[in-house]
């Protein structure tokens, strides 16, 4: 059953993609160009094979930090709010740079809850993502950290876009959402306490003792850990959409992934029990 499970994800055509910030900076803050430039080629690849993608991407705080180089996430909401501005306008910079190099066009949607409690606005936010699908754009979707401040202070809850991802899926009916990180997936113990800790290829079911697997907070860099990821898995499975956690030290990943290859964890949408 699982190797059906994971033969359907060939079929996928419509396709978020969220990366975090410890992917996108190396451990000094600095930006990773060349992880930058792997994941651009790989989701301009997916383009071209006309489906539809969205790139959900964190690290404007942490691209903020690098230009500074500060080791450490600042207390202060207003420097926070700063290092947002400066590096959302660096990581847009960037990307827009690296994906044209493959003749691909983005555009930036940048969202805050309030954007998707309110129906009008909900809506809009929907009728431009369609638009964008029509023109053959990628759009790179972070949260309003900028003016947010309730953004920034739910950080912590939301998982460093995590859950924006699930509800983007959620909101366009994506098919796959696939959340690359620094881990290879759920195991079914912690793999830094124990060796003989094994990967949960297939989880088809999300229950108590399966959130019990997962522990840990993020990086100093980005702050998501497996518990956002199981939770933003949950709210994404539970409107049909399959979610991928894996590795994404090499964004290439995301082609075995559509492949159908046993890579990661896969959660599968409810639509296909």
Known sequence: ??????????DAQRIVVKVGTSLLTHDNGKMNFSRMDRLAMVLSELMNEDREVVLVSSGAIGVGMG???????????????????????????????????????????????HDLDDDMKKTNVMNTFKSLFDLGVIPIVNENDTVSVDEIKSMLMFGD???????????????????????????DSNPRENKECHLISIVEKIDDNLKKCAGGSGTRRGTGGMVTKIGAAEIATAVGTDVVIANGADPAIIMNIINGEEVGTLFVGKRKQ
């Open 1 to 10: 059953m699982g190797t059906e499970y994971r033969e359907r994800l060939k």
């Open 67 to 113: 230009k500074f180089s500060l080791r450490k996430r600042p207390a202060g909401m207003g420097m926070k709010q700063a290092l947002a501005a400066i590096g959302q306008c660096e990581l847009m910079n960037i990307y827009s740079r690296l994906f044209a190099t493959y003749n691909q066009t983005v555009a930036q949607i940048l969202l805050t809850r």
């Open 161 to 187: 876009n995590d859950t924006l991802s699930a509800v983007v899926s959620k909101l366009i009916g994506a098919d796959l959402l696939i959340i690359l990180s620094d881990i290879d997936g759920l195991f």
